[in-house]
């Protein structure tokens, strides 16, 4: 079994204070817009965000069946929202995203999950992007309690400890690449008319 993580726990604090999970990419709230394209290659969603955002992210995910997961400690972090998105995902192998990634690629997930042992993650132009990730459930979150317990929360210290396969992903990463992230409305606007799906 798959799943998929969406992660959604942050302030958006480069946003002006909304929530940028929910603004509309294409007439669609973002955060649909990626669990659209997650639920491409997953047998379930798995929505990680904080307490308060709970009634807000259903709405936007109206129809979608999906497990939430509340940050019991908001504001930790990514690593910490894919510590108990992990907690709360069923699948063997886990797709993990950031909400804010309107191009995140279906095709590009599947040649991670082929590809993955404890984990997958892609490389564009000499980077690695842990927030396109597949990660083995088991091995994941032990590298992400080791993680916090050092005081860290850099996601390149949990691919560290899950020794991923890298996969190579230039190819992708030339047309529209699915790791572009919105931090701030200038962000959106570069994003927002014409992405496809």
Known sequence: ??????????????????DKSLAEVDGRPMIRRVADRLGEVTDELVVNCRDDQRTAVADALDGIPCRVAVDPIPDEGPVAGM??????ASG???AVV???????DPALFERLFEAVDSAAVPRAEGRLHPLHAVYDRHAGRVACD?????????????LARVDPV???????????????????????????????N
């Open 1 to 18: 079994m798959r799943s998929g993580l969406i992660l959604a726990g942050g302030r958006s604090t480069r946003f002006g204070g909304a």
């Open 83 to 88: 510590r108990t998105g992990l907690r709360v």
């Open 92 to 94: 063997t192998a886990v």
């Open 98 to 104: 950031a909400c804010d990634m309107p191009r995140a």
């Open 146 to 158: 080791r993680t916090l317990a050092t005081g860290s929360r850099r996601l390149y210290d949990v």
């Open 166 to 196: 890298v996969v190579d992903a230039d190819d992708v990463a030339r047309h529209r690449s699915p790791f572009t992230n919105v931090n701030s409305r200038d962000d959106l606007a570069t994003v927002t008319g014409g992405i496809g």
